[in-house]
């Protein structure tokens, strides 16, 4: 063998076969993501394709902001109740004036509260931005300096932030700090003009705080996040703060936010510099009940009727997974996401409300109707007789008829919220009649005992569901017949529980040995219940329920995944290029140069993404860039080029030795692309070798 023949056996070789170019429908290309964009003001778009009527994309904003307004008051109230009387004590303390009883010359240590942030971090800043709101509200007579750890780097750069909010805080009519962080940026501080008596930003720390107590002022300085201060810097302020304090005769406060204990929080400073406060511990976070109500009111939202999304019960779940993981902030931008998206995309969703007169119905609407998949599997869930009738029904144009089957389970969706009331309504009551000892604590921890273990394909392995409820069971066999009697007799009684045993043989005892029969009664009425529960025996329920789906949207807006984002764009890239929702309507005209363009040659980078995943793990760039160009169509291309580029720029015949180098250029762009996303890299020690990372994220 030859060593020609030898170099050529060597080779690898690559053969890409491209599939037929087919020819462009005469549709239009546009790509619908969501909807056709209206010159209006309202964010919204026109769903169907753009056959919603108008009046429709304006009743779906108008009930989103309407009942998004609703969830969000209840979320502020409940904040509010809950904050009022949290910092009373604090200001209390702050405010009281206590060196008399300290003996004359004696050093006065500084009042210091410690605040016991709890420790879910997530909600640490909203808590630590309520505190400082609230010093500032309420202490006219006092400064509040702010200071954080992620910009007090150094002791001359923490007093200099010290000095600069004294300054600016003097400046104010209300002689309070500005109400913006000095941590956001320090830029002001290198930009405060001169004040009244002509000094500069770097005023001496004492002429200083001889100006601020002249004026009668208290000192109030807000350490946010002491677990994060490095010893180094916290010792001397602490004492510098000291010195002030017994100058000034205890005109000086500190607050200390901290989310570990007293106890380790002082290990970490010399003993000197503890003895230099006197601390007091304040137990202020309270987040964990603003949240188990905010969920309650938000997730169950039992009461409701069309103020509300139905938010489906294995969604309620994962959100009481997260409870104690979320910060509010978090839980409230989730809650809103859901909102806006459900009335953003889903056209039925002007149907959840009790005014009908903004509302207006086409056959695209029904058509909607028909293909619900809570209709197609309603259809399924019927004997065969009543399937026919329903798929009659449905495949024709009787508008009248396909209403009044809206209405029905309009109804039974209203209906659904009254059954989950009363059934969490009863056991509690059966919890506080018959149990001196809780099983549950609250609606949210009943409502996860509920329904941690219903299965929604097989119901009829619920058998065992309310098993939780064996401690009652078992009261209940051991209590007198008079206890029952009076149990049974209130049930009866109570227009809201009586329906659930309606079917059953819900009389009073007459014996102790009817009491096993009347614990399987009360089991067998409970289970009933959580059958018609179920969501996904109901049609229409897309019109107003949230299902699990949710989670991926919110995953998406708040932690996208990059690379898979990356790969979704570079294999569909008309959802992004041409996606009605952010392009220019004029500019999709199928008979644009752009488009023309676009029909022949995606952005290279795109092009050579699709050829990488067709190549082996090894790849040689020259026969890459061979596969790359050969791919191409090149007399579609000329033409496109021709009509898109301006005449000057591109010769009438384009020769190899151009097509040669424009190609090229294309390709080393995306290849240099396609190694920044991380997609391929150059091998080591070989030259010219490209290796695709094929594993990452695997």
Request: proline letters at 4%.
């Amino acid at each position: 063998m030859s060593f020609d023949d030898f170099m050529d056996s060597q080779k690898v070789v690559y053969e890409l076969k491209p599939a037929a170019r087919v020819a462009v429908p005469d549709g239009p290309l546009v790509y619908y993501q969501e909807g056709v964009p209206t010159e209006s003001t309202v964010p919204f778009v026109r769903l169907l394709n753009g056959n919603e009527p108008r009046e429709n994309m304006y009743r779906r904003y108008e009930l989103f902001v309407s009942n998004w307004a609703k969830q969000y008051d209840q979320i502020v109230q409940i904040l509010e109740k809950n904050e009022k009387n949290m910092f009373v004590d604090l200001q209390r303390y702050l405010s009281s004036d206590e060196d008399s009883t300290v003996f004359k010359g004696q050093p006065i240590n500084l009042s210091t509260a410690l605040l016991n942030l709890g420790p879910n971090i997530s909600n640490h800043s909203l808590l630590l931005h309520n505190v400082w709101q609230n010093l500032v509200d309420e202490s006219p007579d006092a400064i509040v300096v702010r200071l954080s750890s992620k910009v007090c780097s150094t002791v001359s750069f923490t007093m200099k932030i010290l000095a600069s909010d004294i300054s600016r805080g003097l400046k104010t009519d209300l002689g309070r700090a500005a109400s913006v962080p000095v941590s956001d940026s320090d830029d002001d501080m290198d930009s405060e003009p001169e004040d009244e008596e002509g000094q500069t930003r770097t005023i001496e720390m004492d002429s200083l705080m001889e100006k601020v107590f002249s004026r009668d002022k208290r000192l109030i300085v807000m350490i946010e996040d002491a677990d994060s201060f490095p010893t180094s810097i916290l010792t001397p302020l602490i004492k510098v703060l000291w010195n002030y304090n017994n100058q000034y005769r205890s005109k000086i406060k500190l607050v200390i936010g901290m989310s570990t204990p007293f106890e380790i929080f002082h290990e970490k400073l010399p003993k000197l510099t503890v003895r230099y406060m006197r601390p007091k511990y304040f137990q202020i976070d309270n987040t964990g009940q603003a949240v188990n109500e905010i969920m309650e009111n938000v997730l169950l939202n039992i009461n409701d009727t069309y103020d509300s999304l139905i938010l489906e019960p294995r969604l309620v779940l994962k959100f009481l997974e997260l409870k104690s993981k979320i910060s509010i902030s978090q839980f409230v931008n989730s809650m809103k996401v859901i909102y806006m998206s459900h009335y953003y995309s889903q056209p039925l969703s002007v149907m959840w409300t009790n005014d009908f007169s903004k509302i207006q119905l086409n056959s695209h609407l029904f058509d909607v109707f028909k293909r619900l998949p809570s209709v197609r599997r309603y259809e399924q869930s019927l004997d065969a007789e009543q399937a026919a009738s329903l798929h009659k029904l449905l495949v024709s144009d009787n508008e009248a008829a396909l209403g009044d089957l809206l209405r029905q389970n309009l109804n039974k969706l209203i209906h659904w919220r009254y059954k989950m009331k009363t059934l969490v309504d009863l056991l509690n009551f059966m919890q506080e009649y018959f149990l001196e000892k809780s099983i549950w604590t609250g609606n949210l921890d009943l409502f996860r005992l509920i329904f941690k273990n219903v299965s929604y394909e097989e119901e009829h392995s619920n058998f065992e569901n309310f098993n939780f409820l064996q401690l009652l069971w078992k009261k209940i066999r051991s209590s007198s017949l008079h206890d029952i009697n009076s149990f049974i007799k209130t049930v009866r009684e109570d227009a809201d529980f009586w329906p659930l045993f309606a079917n059953d043989d819900f009389e009073e005892l007459s014996s102790a040995s009817q009491t096993k029969r009347f614990v399987a009664t009360l089991n067998r009425a409970l289970l009933r219940c959580l059958e018609e529960l179920n969501l996904n025996n109901i049609p229409f329920r897309e019109i107003c329920c949230v299902d699990l789906s949710a989670l991926d949207l919110l995953t998406n807006t708040f932690n996208p995944q990059v690379r898979a984002t990356c790969i979704d764009s570079l294999l569909n890239s008309k959802n992004y290029l041409l996606n009605t929702v952010h392009s220019d309507l004029s500019q999709l005209d199928p008979e644009s140069s752009d488009m023309k363009l676009y029909r022949y040659l995606e952005p290279s980078v795109i092009e050579l993404y699709k050829l990488s995943r067709e190549a082996g793990v090894i790849a040689n760039v020259y026969d890459f860039y061979q596969v790359f160009k050969n791919s191409l169509p090149r007399e579609e291309l000329e033409n496109a080029l021709r009509q898109k580029c301006l005449q000057p720029q591109l010769p009438a015949k384009i020769d190899d030795l151009t097509w040669d180098k424009m190609t090229l250029s294309w390709f080393l762009k995306s290849l240099a692309e396609l190694q920044t996303l991380g997609f391929v890299r150059e091998v080591k020690n070989k030259s010219e070798t490209l290796e695709k990372l094929i594993w990452k994220d695997l």
